[in-house]
T-cell receptor, first 109, second 116 residues
């Protein structure tokens, strides 16, 4: 398995601003996954990030709103851009098909 | 497309008793993984137990065990000797076998309350 460090753990942001979430893994992994969990809901995949190529986005998610970087095999960032209250969610990164980071609780006011 | 269904939005159990959480899924694949995750208020997704579909033996992890019925596409979680710390949201999830690059598909979750 792998150990994932995700930062920040929580944040309160003003609408219209952007937040970048970081995910650091203690071993090299091919793919990193970003999920969103809206309040009271289950997890939904936002995108899959492969090192050296553009991320692949799920239906309903676009790169302009959720740009992702994957500069190496142990690190990725997800940015939530031009935030609105509807973006208030828990965001989680995942690797190896089943291991999750500790999550970022985002509140947009 | 694969789907995962958890029909029990909430369950409750007395401390030290046993509770079973239900999960059904739909897939045309013959080999795949099934998972149960625990999500406490801390929001972290904690892997409770994993089952490979090609294994006939039900997975067990201490007080947690599954009843995997492949033909019925059913994957229930049994928690024995329930403890107050077991109170959390529990999510059932599916992933294709051998694809570490493939996504997890989650059910809607079951909130488990444990009463002293």
């Amino acid at each position: 398995s792998a150990v994932i460090s995700q930062k920040p753990s929580r944040d309160i942001c003003q609408r219209g601003t952007s937040l970048t979430i970081q995910c650091q893994v203690d071993s090299q992994v091919t793919m990193m996954f970003w999920y969103r969990q809206q309040p009271g809901q289950s997890l939904t995949l936002i995108a899959t990030a492969n090192q050296g190529s553009e991320a692949t986005y799920e239906s309903g998610f676009v790169i302009d709103k959720f740009p992702i970087s994957r500069p190496n095999l142990t690190f990725s960032t997800l940015t939530v851009s031009n935030m609105s209250p509807e973006d208030s969610s828990i965001y989680l990164c995942s690797v190896l098909g089943y291991t999750f980071g500790s999550g970022t609780r985002l509140t947009v006011v | 497309a694969q789907t995962v269904t958890q029909s029990q939005p909430e369950m409750s159990v007395q401390e030290a008793e046993t509770v079973t959480l239900s999960c059904t899924y739909d897939t045309s694949e013959s080999d795949y993984y099934l998972f149960w995750y625990k999500q406490p208020p801390s929001r972290q997704m904690i892997l409770v137990i994993r089952q490979e579909a090609y294994k006939q033996q039900n997975a067990t992890e201490n007080r947690f065990s599954v009843n995997f019925q492949k033909a019925a596409k059913s994957f229930s979680l049994k928690i024995s000797d329930s403890q107050l710390g077991d109170a959390a949201m529990y999510f059932c999830a599916y992933r294709r076998l051998g694809f570490n690059t493939d996504k997890l598909i989650f059910g809607t979750g079951t909130r488990l309350q444990v009463f002293p």
